[in-house]
């Protein structure tokens, strides 16, 4: 089952997630190489490049691979993200890592980048996990603008729950098109 989380790529309108390579590095550090970036996030410092290759190294060797979120008006490496964690017993599976540089903050990149990774994977799972950062304001409120619950705390991690029942009902699946 778990290499079926391993998905070549998944493609929209808007973008296209392939699975990362090594090649995929410099591009993915061009962008999250940006203090800015995880000022929210648990590891401030994961701009700097040590940091950054521990990171994209964890990402290469996920057993369910990762994606490199390139943005198809301008054929860019926008960012990546990945399914994490699958528990079969339960039908779950974790989706975050998530970075979308900073030039497509506002936009409707990450909305995209979910869509495809949850219509792909309520295919596979009935319920998806996100782990968000207390103090990561920006991914809490696109995390609920797709329809996720507060689920748990834990300390300084808040995890939130989206069920396939709700993702498949959700009534504005395409006025959220829009939104980052």
Wanted: include cysteine; charge should be neutral; glycine fraction near 6%.
């Amino acid at each position: 089952m778990k290499s079926e989380f391993f998905k070549t790529e998944l493609e929209n309108d808007v973008v296209l997630l392939k699975q990362t390579t090594e090649n995929d590095f410099n591009d993915l550090f061009l962008i999250g190489g940006l203090k800015e970036i995880w000022e929210q996030h648990s590891e401030t410092d994961r701009y700097k490049k040590p940091k950054f290759i521990d990171y994209f190294n964890g990402g290469l060797r996920n057993e369910l691979g990762c994606f490199t979120i390139i943005n198809k008006s301008d054929n860019k490496i926008v960012g990546w993200s990945r399914y994490y964690s699958y528990i079969e017993i339960e039908s779950s599976v974790r989706i975050g890592y998530t970075f979308i540089g900073k030039d497509y903050w506002g936009t409707n990149i990450n909305y995209n980048t979910k869509k495809l990774m949850l219509d792909y994977v309520f295919n596979l799972v009935d319920i998806v996990f996100f782990d968000v950062f207390s103090k990561n304001f920006r991914s809490q409120k696109s995390v609920m603008k797709l329809g996720g619950k507060l689920n748990e705390t834990n300390k300084d991690k808040y995890e939130f729950i989206l069920s396939k029942s709700v993702w498949l009902n959700e009534p504005n699946q395409e006025t959220k098109e829009g939104t980052p």
